[in-house]
């Protein structure tokens, strides 16, 4: 629900309203157009994010009758330590997987942006991944990450490695890495298309004059690359960090939140108190906290990228 | 004269039949999937001897309490449900459920109902649920890995010291073969088969009446260290740190496992599924004796204002009669009706005998927030499970495990 409505929120500027000057038969006709996509919205954002907010001003339990508390769940999430725990451990992963993505993505696509034999089995196998769904992933990578009857652990220790088999999920940091190498595998290919475009949309010949002037590899990449990407570069930031921030299939399926809730992100807070505790009012109104922080950041980012000439 | 009588007698009874067969109802009852061993069966055979019909539908265990919510506040709810016995509280206290006290209370042979399925079932001294299905916690041990690390084979462990010595002698046989398996990360397993050596050693986890978290209990401390000892000592594989309960039976089962805590469940799916496996079942012991065991299972609720209270009833009063309760003990649930107990065992697995006395002596932890405090995999009480067995600080998360535990009691019964 609060992915739903937090990615909506991301993605849908309201535009048409700038049309309204001009009452003429052009003006209906363009409403009648874009009538399915305003009933589409309507249904299945406007009016959840509404019951949403209705909800979130409510002891709402998920059995028996429900009544209006005012704001007492806003006051209650104030101090709720554990959710604020939660946001700073999904912040730190945010920000470290965010990296990681764009480390392994923009050389991918450097890589398969020029022709060159095999691009499209390249391509094919980058992006494989992104195809497979995140709760089966997560899955098949419970299998390879399991200690006594997985991949990892006992090839490290038939291959000496290690003296005994090592508990890649026991403790925070292997655990955690463990995430973010399988979140990157399953997510750079994304990424890596995505820049890949932009990277097409750069026209050679800025390039090739470039490198007459003299200009090298890494001066063409910083001077023409980089700036000519901006917009595409701040498309694929905001998806990662709006997919990140709403992580929580991996870390609900691999870890259950351990080793000791140290992974437990903002999403699953949420899901706890709404289906574990049954607080679904408390939930609604977590969404709604979860809900403002990232517009805030999105619109921050679009901001910081946005080009220096304006829109 | 004699005619017209015979000829009214004949339309009463033309008539009766008629009004009995379309008052013939069907009910509804949902079951959660650890129940499809036995729940098909009982209601098959309720509905070919009775007249009312019980359609039933199979949910699986972690989307119960969430389907049953929505549906009900959709009006769609079932008529009747087999439901984990430690939800019946919170479920009776949210005001779902019918007071069923004085249908109950005529029963018979109410006194010897499992006295966990009935304490559960009871809020503010109304009854909202009866004993359905029973499964107690047990210790299992391999005789054939007993046997070859020169242990008497025929003999189960009666305390701690005996079943760390016996879980040395399994693990020395080397290889792949451990003296001991729990699930680790694994909250509700731990308080089925955890809890009972802290019980049999006279400590507890909870007050009787929910209200208090007493994980400070020194004799808890000690269960800890029990454990805490035999991971020390290499007895338990590195697996079981990180299993949040998918081995729960299932390392046992591979026989390569000497002792492993589990339950009445594991004899029925052993037996069946394992026949390869020659294990004993005896009782999880206190740390110098003793025993105890969790009353597990299902309590049979209704749901408030259902118009089918009289097939439910009927369907009970069957699931209560010895064909009932033998039908349900072959098919891996123990007896609920003391009364009757041995004599719907007789014919069965003679290691049954010993669940069901669990069973009878069992205790269930009784909490209108069980969810959250116990069962949760990042409450409290999951807190305590790993940190306490494998984290360093052990005496600083019980004290922070007690807090947790005691604050969201506080707020859930405050509401």
Redesign the interface.
């Known amino acids: 629900m609060s992915s739903i409505t937090a990615k909506a929120g991301v993605v849908t500027p309201a535009a048409p309203a700038r049309r309204r000057s001009k009452i003429d038969r052009g003006h209906w006709v363009g409403l009648l157009y874009i009538a399915p996509a305003i009933v589409l919205v309507t249904v299945f954002f406007v009016i959840p994010l509404g019951m949403t907010v209705w909800m979130s001003l409510h002891?709402w339990?998920?059995?028996?009758?429900h009544r209006f508390i005012g704001l007492d769940n806003y006051i209650a999430i104030t101090k709720d330590v554990r959710f604020w725990n939660a946001l700073k451990f999904t912040l730190y992963y945010t920000v470290i997987v965010t990296i990681a993505i764009f480390a392994v993505a923009f050389p991918l696509a450097l890589f398969v942006e020029k022709p060159r034999p095999m691009t499209g089995v390249y391509r094919t196998a980058f992006f494989m991944p992104v195809v497979v769904g995140f709760a089966s992933a997560s899955l098949l990578w419970a299998w390879l990450l399991?200690?006594?009857?997985g991949l990892f652990?006992p090839a490290a220790q038939q291959l000496g490695l290690t003296e005994?088999?090592?508990?890649l999920?026991?403790t925070f940091n292997p655990a955690f890495w463990s995430i973010i190498v399988m979140v990157v595998w399953k997510v750079a290919g994304f990424t890596m298309i995505i820049l890949m475009t932009g990277l097409q949309s750069i026209p050679t010949e800025l390039q090739e004059a470039a490198k007459i002037d003299g200009a090298n590899a890494w001066q063409r990449f910083r001077q023409i690359t980089l700036p000519l990407m901006r917009r595409t570069l701040a498309l694929a930031l905001i998806l990662s960090v709006a997919g990140s921030i709403l992580a929580f299939d991996q870390f609900y399926i691999l870890l259950?939140?351990?080793?000791?809730?140290s992974t437990?992100t903002a999403v699953?807070w949420i899901f706890?108190q709404s289906?574990?505790?049954?607080k679904l009012g408390y939930g609604a109104a977590l969404s709604m906290v979860l809900l403002v922080i990232l517009v805030t950041l999105s619109l921050i980012q679009l901001r910081l990228l946005r080009n220096p000439e304006g829109t | 004269m004699k005619k017209l009588t015979s000829l009214l007698a004949a339309t009463a009874a033309l008539v009766s039949m008629t009004t009995l067969a379309s008052a013939a109802e069907t009910a509804n009852i949902w079951v959660r999937a650890d129940g499809s061993n036995f729940m098909p069966q009982i209601v098959e055979a309720f509905n070919k001897s009775h007249e009312n019909q019980i359609k039933l539908d199979i949910i699986p265990n972690a989307e119960l309490?969430?389907k049953?919510?929505t549906s009900?506040?959709g009006g769609s709810a079932p008529d009747g449900l087999s439901l984990d016995l430690i939800y019946t509280p919170?479920?009776a206290?949210?005001?779902?459920l019918e007071d069923i006290t004085d249908w109950a209370k005529s029963l018979p042979y109410f006194k010897d109902l499992s006295p966990a399925h009935v304490t559960t079932g009871t809020y503010k001294d109304r009854i909202y649920g009866l004993p359905f299905s029973a499964d107690s916690s047990v210790l299992i041990w391999n005789k054939k890995l007993f046997k070859e690390a020169g242990l008497d084979p025929e003999k189960g462990p009666t305390n701690w010291a005996e079943i760390e010595a016996a879980a040395e002698k399994v693990n020395a046989l080397g290889g792949d073969i451990r003296g001991f398996y729990f699930s680790g990360?694994c909250p509700g397993c731990n308080i089925f088969t955890f809890t009972p050596l802290v019980w049999a050693s006279g400590g507890n986890v909870l007050s009787e009446d929910g209200t208090k978290a007493t994980l400070n209990d020194p004799k808890l401390r000690e269960a800890i260290d029990f454990y805490r000892d035999m991971v020390a000592k290499g007895l338990v594989?590195?697996?079981a740190?990180?299993d949040?309960g998918a081995n729960f039976f299932a390392a046992f089962a591979g026989g390569k496992i000497g002792i492993a805590p589990s339950g009445a469940f594991a004899i029925g799916a052993l037996n069946t599924q394992y026949k390869d496996i020659d294990y004993g079942v005896t009782f999880l012991p206190g740390k110098d004796g003793g025993w105890s065991s969790f009353a597990g299972g299902d309590n049979f609720v209704v749901t408030k204002g259902t118009p089918k209270l009289a097939v439910l009833k009927e369907f009970l009063d069957f699931a209560y009669s010895l064909e009932g309760q033998t039908l349900l003990a072959s098919r891996g649930s123990l007896p609920v009706r003391g009364d009757i107990a041995k004599e719907a065992l007789k014919d069965l697995d003679p290691r049954y005998q010993i669940a069901a006395e669990a069973m009878a002596k069992g205790r269930t932890p009784y909490s209108v927030?069980f969810?959250?405090i116990i069962?949760?995999?990042?409450?409290p009480w999951?807190?305590l499970v790993?940190?306490a067995f494998?984290?360093d600080d052990v005496d600083g998360a019980i004290a922070n495990a007690q807090e947790t535990m005691q604050s969201i009691i506080d707020a859930g019964t405050g509401?």
């Open positions: 002891n339990p998920l059995m028996g009758q399991n200690v006594d009857s652990s005994k088999k090592f508990n999920l026991a259950r939140g351990g080793p000791r809730n437990i699953y706890n289906f574990v505790s049954f | 309490v969430q049953y919510a009900a506040a919170a479920f206290a949210a005001g779902q990360a594989p590195e697996g740190q990180t949040s927030v969810n959250d069962n949760s995999a990042n409450g999951a807190q790993s940190e494998y984290g509401q």
